[in-house]
């Protein structure tokens, strides 16, 4: 019985350990390899939160990142998560800049399948009904997903009822999200049988995350119950609050009996170009995690950790991230629980890390939590399992009144959103990265910074050793033998060698 794996290492693994920081000369230098390794789909990060980071902290362009990607990985299904959005933290856009975005990414050859979350913001109810078919005409790849959380609402038969839902839609795959790496063996027993039979025959996939420690055995207890497609990342960038090891999860799949269809042997080249790129930039190295029951209280997925990790640390107050944690705890109970997942967890992170500095609970309230209070956010918004105290709190204050006139006039037009990013004349994708932007000041930024940092490549080897040797000063030449034949490399400056080590006609020097 065939295994097939989903790499995440480029997206939810750079999330979850390096803060959403990989770069495109990061994800260049094994990009190729990645490709032949025999992947039923890689993750990109292509989606605007991920544009938004790649122009603000690295400075590059994420159209250079998808012009990559498309070159380097040709036949390779690559993913990334998706909805009716470019920014997931913001109102919807109008439905002709959703269309144009995702279909941009299509048209460069960087996007053959999107992974779209159901049970959050409606979106299912909301918006399937029209974005699904606009999905399927662009050619894509339909992989819709439930996340999953624990709560007395989430049970196995809510599951269940919501894959019927999306049956509807005619996805290509379905699976479970487990963001936070709550899923236990003995849920799994109960929970993905349900789902599988309610999938009536469509591919069900499982996603998780190591958070807690378990999900590689869950992963393994899958196997046993009929799902066939895994979520797994290659090291440095798997494990932690990240995704299972390929290594780990396919060796003990062959264990099993199983045959997983990837090629082990190239990914180990993978790891050890990108454990030395961690090293080479000081990043995060995923290691295997303990189990963690303080994960079943907060529930905070490890990406939103991760970044939660590296802005307070910005702050100089890293120190406090337990109290951080601690307050998302009694935030999700006053809003009613909602799903930790983006962009629900962020606000109740945000708003924890607010009311933690402030020292005073809600004195200051993200406008998020304004309009979760109001319903915006769907299902999991506002409805009477929240504290109603602080509903009525929220829903009096003068801002909300604002939120509500702001959204009053939500039909803008492309034509004018166009008009006060730069008219017609503007490039379409001039034009994204100002409205991703919100502005051309960061853009510019960008620019100046010059051309993406190059890593060392699998398709150069000896030019990046002789780049690397050429760091060194006490280094004056390089010898390369094989047979008869033999190069020098040296500096301009730099004597050859004596008689005794000086190349002969058989030689070539440059």
């Known amino acids: 019985m065939d295994v097939r794996f ?35 789909a890689i993750e990109v990060p292509l989606s605007g939160n991920h544009v938004k980071k790649l122009v603000r902290d690295a400075k590059e362009s994420p159209w250079d990142m998808a012009r990559m990607v498309a070159r380097t990985m040709p036949r390779t299904v690559k993913g990334t ?12 856009p109008p439905k ?53 959380t624990i709560s007395p609402r989430h049970t196995d038969e809510y599951y269940a009822r919501k894959t019927r839902e999306l049956i509807d839609f005619g996805p290509d795959v379905v699976y479970l999200k487990d963001q936070g790496g709550l899923l236990t063996v003995d849920r799994a ?42 979520h797994t990342s290659v090291p440095p960038l798997a494990n932690g609050s990240g995704q299972p090891s390929v290594f780990n999860v396919a060796g003990n799949a062959q264990l099993m009996g199983f045959s997983p269809r990837v090629d082990l042997t190239r990914l180990h080249t993978v790891a050890e170009r990108l454990t030395a790129v961690a090293k080479q930039e000081r990043l995060p190295i995923g290691v295997p995690l303990e189990y963690d029951a303080a994960q079943y209280i907060h529930q905070v997925p490890g990406g939103v950790i991760s970044n939660l990790r590296n802005q307070l640390a910005g702050m100089r107050i890293l120190d406090r991230l337990e109290e951080v944690l601690d307050e998302s705890v009694r935030v999700r109970k ?15 992170v945000s708003q924890a ?8 609970r809600y004195k200051h309230v993200i406008d998020e939590v304004i309009m979760f209070a109001q319903g915006v956010y769907g299902e999991d918004s506002g409805y009477p399992w929240m504290d109603q105290n602080l509903k009525d709190r929220l829903l009096g204050l003068r801002r909300a009144q604002e939120l509500v006139a702001l959204r009053k006039n939500p039909d803008i037009s492309l034509k004018e959103v166009r008009s006060r990013l730069g008219g017609p004349g503007v490039s379409d994708e001039e034009f994204l990265l100002r409205y991703i932007m919100k502005g051309e000041a960061e853009i510019q930024a960008m620019r100046a910074a010059g051309p993406p940092k190059r890593y060392f490549n699998a398709s150069l080897p000896l030019l990046t050793l002789v780049q ?31 008689s005794r080590g000086m190349p002969d006609a ?3 020097s440059v």
């Open 6 to 40: 989903v790499d995440t290492t480029f997206r939810d693994g750079s999330q979850s350990h390096w803060a959403a920081g990989i770069r495109i000369g990061m994800i260049e230098a094994v990009a190729q390899t990645m490709g032949q390794a025999g992947f039923q």
């Open 81 to 92: 998560m998706a909805g009716a959005y470019i920014m997931p933290f913001e109102a919807m």
């Open 96 to 148: 002709p800049l959703i269309e144009l975005y995702w279909a941009h990414l299509v048209k460069l050859g960087a996007l053959n399948r999107v992974q779209v979350t159901a049970n959050v913001t409606d979106q299912s109810k909301r918006v399937f009904p029209w974005l699904v078919p606009m999905f399927r005409n662009m050619g894509l790849q339909i992989a819709l997903n439930l996340s999953y």
């Open 189 to 230: 027993r109960t929970l993905l049988p349900a789902m599988l039979q309610s999938a009536s025959g469509v591919p069900v996939e499982l996603h998780s995350h190591c958070t807690t420690g378990l999900a590689p055995l869950v992963y393994l207890e899958a196997l046993k119950l009929g799902i066939r497609t895994l």
């Open 334 to 348: 006053d809003l009613g629980y909602p799903i930790m997942i983006t962009p629900l967890s962020q606000f109740v």
């Open 353 to 360: 890390a607010i009311n933690v500095m402030m020292g005073d």
């Open 468 to 498: 690397e040797l050429g760091k060194h000063r006490r280094i004056g030449y390089v010898k390369l033998q094989r047979g008869k034949d033999s190069l020098v490399v040296q500096g301009r400056s730099t004597p050859s060698p004596n």
């Open 506 to 508: 058989s030689e070539k």
